[in-house]
């Protein structure tokens, strides 16, 4: 199930959907998420508690769907539908991510020899790839082309961590080399923020390779100011599409991980 059904759940459980009254059973709740697996959430259960006059039963909720989605696929149907849903919750059509469809294009790419054809084609698979996560709008790059800007990404993403980021556009950088990127390319990322400070605080670098182990110390530099910038491998993007977690709380993970 989608986060689209998550949402809809939740509203469901906390007494907010339209037309179906209930009281909202937070206990009922934990001791069904101990069922899926008892030793994680045992020693999750101070936090949930602790989240009870912190946040709504809506946030509640939604969170810890969410983790059942991202830790335990295989019980997570039969987890949500232990709660009795009605069926206009049931019947929603999940908008499902086209993990297989990306992850043969990938492949694809991946493979190319030619190194003109690679790069269009990476750059095109990256296109798609944001395209297809919740909030998140590719833009035409032309306007930009004296810059050589590889991805403008606009951020509609309607969620408290995004909002917080205060930045309206992602700008997106693509190496395709066949070796590991240096920090040269990520100043270069940098620099092209600076000028775009007013509208963009978030630089996102696919490199297929990966990156020399220099990045970690350029990474906690930028870390300090103003700006962020998440460095993601080819790896990354294939094991994510692998493992087919979901997409905004992969990508907000990849952010977080550019404060270590």
């Excluded at 946040?55 to 696929?73: A, I, Q, T």
């Excluded at 696919?206 to 110390?217: A, L, N, P, Q, V």
Aim: include cysteine; aromatic fraction near 12%.
């Amino acid at each position: 199930m989608s986060q689209k059904i998550n949402h809809w759940i939740a509203l469901y459980l906390s007494g907010k959907y339209p037309g179906h009254f209930r009281t909202p059973d937070k206990l009922y709740f934990i001791d069904k998420l101990q069922a899926i697996n008892p030793t994680v959430f045992s020693d999750e259960k101070i936090k949930m508690f602790g989240m009870f006059g912190q946040v709504d039963e809506y946030e509640f909720y939604l969170s810890f769907l969410n983790k059942v989605d991202r830790d335990f696929p295989e019980n997570s149907t039969l987890f949500k539908n232990s709660f009795d849903l009605p069926s206009e919750i049931t019947n929603i059509q999940s908008d499902e991510f086209p993990y297989v469809e990306l992850l043969n294009e990938f492949s694809i790419v991946k493979q190319e020899t030619n190194p003109q054809k690679k790069g269009k084609g990476f750059e095109e698979f990256l296109k798609k790839f944001f395209n297809q996560i919740n909030g998140l709008e590719v833009m035409d790059t032309k306007q930009a082309s004296d810059e050589q800007i590889d991805l403008i990404i606009k951020n509609n993403i309607n969620r408290p961590f995004w909002i917080s980021l205060g930045s309206s556009l992602f700008i997106g950088e693509a190496k395709h080399t066949t070796s590991l990127t240096k920090t040269e390319a990520i100043k270069k990322v940098i620099g092209t923020l600076d000028f775009h400070k007013n509208i963009s605080k978030i630089g996102i670098f696919i490199s297929m390779e990966g990156f020399t182990k220099e990045k970690d110390e350029v990474l906690k530099r930028v870390g300090g100011g103003d700006k962020i910038i998440s460095c993601i491998s080819g790896l990354e993007i294939e094991e994510f599409l692998t493992i087919k977690t979901d997409p905004l709380d992969w990508l907000e993970d990849k952010i977080i991980q550019s404060f270590k």
